[in-house]
């Protein structure tokens, strides 16, 4: 718990991209000939977009570079959203890809370390109590403090715009993580939803330390995935900033309301 995913939902409201999605009307036959048998329609392989971007994301305004090439262009557009000083947070190099694992990877167990877009939080964590009966100290709320502050200065608008003209690059690294037929924007949506879903505990959080790390005590809080752990790391008040404007972002990139 000593270097959890930081600034998470940061980048989930700085980048994004746009592609179209077309859908084509079928023609009709002659009135002459004589109408056939439907056919049943073939199996899709395809699983349906839940969620499409605007078709006009399809044609950014200024061309993008390719994948491997595209570190410079998203530091640029990060920067003009969040700022030169904060982008101190971003890892400068594989933005797009490392963005595209971290976020397939906060509704699960793990995150990893070697693949996250963000710094790690600086500080040492801190525990009130023993190895055996400590609780998590409120003080490391205050870490979390500078990030979230970028956070709440966040025009929603902006970051939604700068994730449309992106978004073929993000599509493309989700495909290429090995999900040719995925959709980025539905999975962020679903990430969204879980970060969105996570509990606020009532009183201290109780942790205890089997090993080197610190886990939290409750089998229940330790059993949730990566992004609502980072959300109670944070802290109830860091928490709600975050939220806030994750429910905005949602808002703007798909119309359907919110799972939880």
Same mark, same amino acid.
Do not use: C, W
């Given at each position: 718990?000593?270097?959890? =995913?930081?600034?998470?939902?940061? /980048?989930?409201?700085? /980048?994004?991209?746009?592609? @179209? ?13 004589? =109408? ?28 993008? *570079?390719?994948? &491997? ?20 947070? =971003? ?20 995150? *990893? ?26 003080? &490391? ?9 970028? =956070? ?15 978004? *073929?690059?993000?599509? &493309? ?11 980025? &924007?539905?999975?962020? /949506? ?19 330390? *089997? ?5 939290? @005590? ?43």
């Amino acid at each position: 718990m000593n270097k959890p =995913v930081i600034g998470v939902a940061a /980048v989930v409201l700085v /980048v994004g991209i746009g592609i @179209a999605y077309y859908f084509h009307g079928r023609s009709t036959l002659p009135p002459s000939e004589p =109408v056939p048998v439907p056919a049943p329609p073939a199996a899709s392989s395809e699983p349906a977009i839940e969620h499409p971007v605007p078709a006009s994301a399809a044609t950014p305004s200024t061309p993008l *570079p390719a994948l &491997n090439d595209s570190d410079s262009a998203v530091k640029d557009g990060l920067s003009s959203l969040i700022g030169a000083n904060a982008m101190q947070y =971003v890892v400068p190099e594989d933005i797009v890809r490392h963005f595209v694992v971290t976020i397939d990877n906060l509704p699960r167990q793990k995150a *990893p370390a070697a693949k996250r877009p963000t710094a790690a939080v600086p500080g040492a964590f801190l525990a009130n109590g023993d190895e055996e009966h400590a609780t998590l100290d409120p003080k &490391n709320y205050e870490r979390y403090d500078p990030m979230v502050n970028v =956070v709440r200065q966040l025009d929603m608008q902006r970051v939604a715009n700068t994730y449309f003209h992106f978004y *073929p690059l993000f599509q &493309n690294a989700y495909q290429n993580l090995g999900y040719p037929n995925g959709y980025f &924007n539905d999975r962020l /949506v679903q990430v969204i939803d879980s970060l969105l879903a996570t509990p606020q505990p009532s009183g201290p959080i109780e942790l205890t330390r *089997p090993n080197v790390l610190y886990t939290f @005590a409750d089998p229940n809080l330790e059993a949730l995935p990566a992004g609502q752990k980072l959300m109670l790391r944070m802290g109830p008040d860091n928490a709600a900033v975050v939220k806030g404007k994750l429910k905005e972002l949602r808002a703007i990139i798909t119309a359907a309301p919110p799972k939880h």
